[in-house]
């Protein structure tokens, strides 16, 4: 596993002189197709007719989007999507309806305001650091197949799901997720420590983002064009995409707040998120949903639209990311869920078909694992000196979530498959190599999980990984 968007990547951001990409139908893409092969665009830009003098600005524009890519185990391939560009609705430009599922996110940059408020005679470079905070969430949004749809001074709004790209309902929540983790990996790994060099006396704590997320279905989600034609915008109409906005501005910062539609449809479990509190007359109360008083609906009733806070720590720690990286910035979790990486043990993953099955590999809590399928975890350690032995443990675990299925509760206990291992097939003259493998179904909707714990002969915990397992 790899990722690294180091503070001189983002600086490089910051200051990018140029920030051009071509247009689509200038070099002959179909304008609908927002994913091209890097290399094909390099090819077709280097036929371009020299006096349009259109670039590709890649290591500044396209690395963090690649690496994130390439961190998932996604194809080799760039998202160009243009803003309000979204593939699927294009044609309604023109006139007409549509009802299509989206999941919806809703960045906020917090901060800022102070920035402008405390550096007033620096303009400029508040400019480019918050023009560059930006462009690193459009790449983040894109890395995961989202669609930006508007930028709204210091925020953006973006979509994910497709008919077109074949993204399911439950693929578009994972999606949603893991870009909004995502952001908040960058913010603590490159964008916080770069602020700081560059401004000493900012409290960096102050900066941040924060995040609504929501899904709507088919039912609930109207596409048609504001305006007229093309001085318009295509957009969605709905409450579950009205909603994503009130749960960015009721998060906290450096936070993901989720609806009620993404947690029922994913099944989303209990463990990895909570209700927000907030301190009334020296007391804490909870909020458990959006309004408070809440609505009344037509029919009388309540709207009662729960809201809960995601645990992004937690969720972190089943990103396909290095472990040293997991464990730097996933520090709001108990000891004994943290990470912890050492050189001498890897734990990967297979999805094994349940037609055929044939293995492929698997990047950790990166896509939607259908039903039936299974997820093998391989335990790999190498540079095992001769009889050095280990105890190795997976653990798997069913989460309860907001709409479980029924039989579900049968089967919530953690499992345990406990292993001996030790140095015993030569890898060379010196060291061993030897592997450790564990199968579970994919059984039931919602997010589950394998955990993988590597015990020494004095009873300490030398290793510990997981693989998310994400079930439509």
């Known amino acids: ?5 180091s503070i001189s990547d983002f600086e490089k951001i910051v200051y990018a002189e140029k920030n051009t990409v071509p247009m689509m139908d200038s070099i002959g893409f179909d304008s609908s197709m927002v994913q091209e092969s890097y290399s094909d665009v390099q090819k077709s830009v280097s036929n371009l007719n020299e006096s349009l003098e259109l670039t590709i600005n890649e290591p500044e524009q396209y690395k963090l989007q690649l690496k994130i890519r390439e961190a998932f185990g996604l194809r080799n391939s760039i998202n160009m999507g243009r803003i309000a560009d979204h593939p699927d609705f294009k044609d309604l430009v023109n006139g007409g309806q549509r009802k299509h599922y989206i999941t919806t996110m809703f960045v906020d940059i917090k901060g800022s305001t102070k920035l402008s408020l405390k550096y007033p005679n620096d303009l400029e470079f508040i400019y480019k650091f918050k023009n560059a905070v930006i462009k690193s969430c459009i790449e983040v949004i894109h890395a995961f197949d989202g669609h930006v749809h508007r930028i709204m001074g210091d925020a953006v709004l973006g979509f994910f799901g497709s008919t077109k790209r074949e993204i399911s309902r439950s693929q578009s929540i994972l999606d949603c997720l893991n870009a909004g983790s995502m952001l908040t990996v960058i913010l603590e790994q490159t964008i916080k420590p770069w602020l700081k060099q560059q401004k000493s006396d ?5 900066f941040g983002f924060r995040v609504g997320c929501n899904f709507g279905d088919t039912d609930d989600v109207l596409w048609a064009n504001y305006g007229f034609g093309h001085v318009g915008e295509v957009s969605p109409t709905g409450l ?3 909603l994503a906005a009130k749960l960015q501005g009721l998060a906290s910062k450096n936070n993901i707040m989720m609806g009620q539609g993404l947690l029922e449809f994913f099944n989303f479990p209990h463990d990895f998120s909570e209700i927000k509190k907030v301190i009334e007359n020296g007391v804490y109360v909870e909020k458990k949903f959006i309004y408070n008083p809440n ?3 037509a029919d009388g009733s ?3 639209y729960i809201m809960r806070s995601l645990k992004t720590h937690k969720y972190i720690l089943g ?15 108990s000891d004994s869920d943290k990470i912890i990486p050492n050189n001498k043990f890897n734990l990967s993953a297979k999805l094994v078909n349940p037609n055929t099955n044939h293995e492929s590999d698997y990047y950790s809590n990166s896509k939607v694992i259908q039903k039936k399928s299974k997820i093998k975890a391989v335990l790999t350690a190498n540079s095992l000196n ?6 190795v443990i997976f653990y798997k675990k069913n989460n309860s979530g907001f709409n479980d299925e029924e039989i579900l509760k049968q089967y919530l206990e953690e499992e345990e498959d406990s292993q001996e291992l030790k140095g015993e097939n030569a ?3 010196a060291y061993f190599f030897t592997t450790k493998e564990f199968k579970r179904d994919c059984s039931f909707k919602g997010l589950h999980y394998i955990k993988c714990e590597v015990i020494d002969k004095k009873g300490s915990v030398v290793f510990r990984d997981y693989i998310y397992v994400p079930i439509e």
Not at 202 to 206: G, N, T
């Open 386 to 391: 001769f009889g050095e032995m280990y105890k």
């Open 1 to 5: 596993m790899s990722f690294d968007f």
């Open 202 to 206: 900012f409290d960096v704590l102050d």
């Open 319 to 333: 990103l396909p990311l290095p472990l040293e990286l997991k464990s730097f910035i996933a520090i709001n979790v």
């Open 240 to 242: 579950p995409v009205d």
């Open 302 to 304: 309540k709207l009662n």
């Open 427 to 429: 890898q060379s003259i």
């Open 295 to 297: 609505y009344t609906k």
